[in-house]
């Protein structure tokens, strides 16, 4: 399996050090904006493992978890350009504090219908945290993230919960998966 990363990008030594500062980030973030409080949704599949870790560093406030699944890409390196609902969140939003957690923002079409879709729902605030951002063919521009961990660079990145096709998800690090496994 790593014979097909063509770079690590990240060590699990690195995520966990970068994972901690941005859980009190957010912290800091809500405190001082007086938001003691705080519902988090976790974007299924490819969050889960930044999510599981992020949150044990968000001390000091109350926190509900929820999640919800957006359809993805299959197994294509290519976003469809739409984003549908699969499964949703169970918790009422209607005035709340939302923080919403994803793995990659991409193109950003699917932040963007998700954003979309709490924005009618009433939320008091609604905030993004993304383990990374992949800039270079975002089309939605105006996408608005409020916290990252790492910036990546325009290639399919693995591990750490993210896949290619259902694979890779366990990989402890972050890296490139190499063009010759989806160019078969
Ligand atoms: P977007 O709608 O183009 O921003 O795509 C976002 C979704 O596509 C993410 O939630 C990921 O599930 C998936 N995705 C985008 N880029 C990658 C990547 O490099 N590796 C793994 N999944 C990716
Ligand atoms: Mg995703």
């Known amino acids: 399996?790593?014979?097909?990363?063509?770079?690590?990008?990240?060590?699990?030594?690195?995520?966990?050090?970068?994972?901690?500062?941005?859980?009190?980030?957010?912290?800091?973030?809500?405190?001082?904006?007086?938001?003691?409080?705080?519902?988090?949704?976790?974007?299924?599949?490819?969050?889960?493992?930044?999510?599981?870790?992020l949150i044990r560093h968000i001390d000091d406030l109350d926190l509900e978890f929820d999640f919800m699944t957006i359809s993805s890409y299959g197994s294509s390196t290519q976003t469809c350009g739409k984003a549908d609902v699969l499964f949703d969140i169970s918790e009422k939003v209607a005035g709340r504090d939302v923080l919403i957690v994803e793995d990659i923002i991409d193109t950003g079409?699917?932040?963007?219908?998700?954003?979309?879709?709490?924005?009618?729902?009433?939320?008091?605030?609604?905030?993004?945290?993304?383990?990374?951002?992949?800039?270079?063919?975002r089309k939605v521009p105006d996408l608005k993230i409020d916290f990252c961990g790492f910036h990546v660079p325009d290639q399919f990145i693995v591990g750490y919960g993210l896949d290619y096709a259902g694979r890779y998800r366990q990989l402890p690090y972050i890296g490139v998966l190499a063009p010759s496994v989806y160019q078969k």
């Open 109 to 137: 079409i699917t932040m963007a219908a998700v954003f979309k879709r709490f924005e009618t729902k009433g939320v008091k605030s609604l905030k993004l945290c993304t383990l990374l951002d992949k800039p270079a063919r």
């Open 1 to 53: 399996m790593s014979n097909d990363i063509s770079e690590v990008l990240y060590s699990a030594d690195d995520i966990a050090e970068r994972v901690a500062a941005l859980g009190k980030e957010i912290r800091d973030y809500y405190l001082k904006a007086n938001i003691n409080s705080l519902l988090v949704v976790s974007v299924l599949r490819g969050s889960v493992i930044f999510f599981s870790d």
